[in-house]
């Protein structure tokens, strides 16, 4: 099977396919795909926020075309299972929905949005985050991240979590691959 990098501009919101919901551990998953392959999408550099091992958050400040392609996919899910009524079908109740992009507001006071990431840096190795500088030479050194820098992201959406434990609905997400520009400051 070939994967194929979706881009802000050819990625298009129709052509996605949420398969038959399945009871896995408690929680509704219905799996995510495009002709069926995964929906993977390429983010253009983003700068960092904050990093840890579990999530990465991106700013989307003063990026428009990164915010509408998410608010349009979040939409899409939301219309989705309205459409499809499945809050009754599956006696889903109080449930809210998670959005990607969330407001964060920096030591300066200024709030801006920002793009919300599950990483994975423990799991299983073929499903492990990668983090990469040029010419593919891995980081080892985390704090790296810590400082200013940019990345390009291969971000892959799974499925659509029905979470019974939290009462939440979300996109589940894992960054694949971040491929990490140190900024240096300007003299």
Same mark, same amino acid.
């Given at each position: 099977?070939? /994967?194929? *990098? ?6 298009? !919101? &129709? ?5 038959? %919901? +399945?009871?896995? =551990? ?12 995964? /929906?993977? *999408? ?6 960092? !926020? &904050? ?5 990465? %958050? +991106?700013?989307? =400040? ?126």
């Amino acid at each position: 099977m070939s /994967i194929k *990098l979706l881009h802000q501009n050819t990625f298009n !919101i &129709k052509e996605i396919t949420v398969h038959k %919901l +399945l009871e896995i =551990k408690g929680n509704l998953i219905g799996d995510l795909s495009i002709t069926s392959n995964p /929906i993977m *999408l390429f983010i253009d550099q983003l700068p960092v !926020i &904050k990093f840890t091992e579990e999530e990465i %958050l +991106l700013s989307l =400040k003063n990026n428009k075309e990164y915010k509408k392609l998410f608010d349009d996919l979040d939409n899409f899910i939301i219309s989705y299972i309205h459409d499809h009524d499945i809050p009754n079908k599956y006696n889903l109740k109080k449930f809210n929905y998670t959005p990607f992009i969330n407001s964060y507001t920096n030591l300066q006071g200024e709030t801006f949005d920002v793009l919300k990431l599950k990483l994975n840096l423990l799991g299983p190795e073929e499903f492990r985050t990668i983090l990469f500088y040029r010419y593919g030479q891995p980081i080892e050194n985390l704090d790296v991240m810590k400082g200013d820098v940019l990345v390009k992201t291969v971000l892959e959406c799974l499925n659509i979590t029905f979470d019974n434990n939290n009462k939440n609905i979300y996109i589940d997400n894992c960054v694949r691959q971040l491929k990490v520009k140190c900024l240096h400051p300007k003299r």
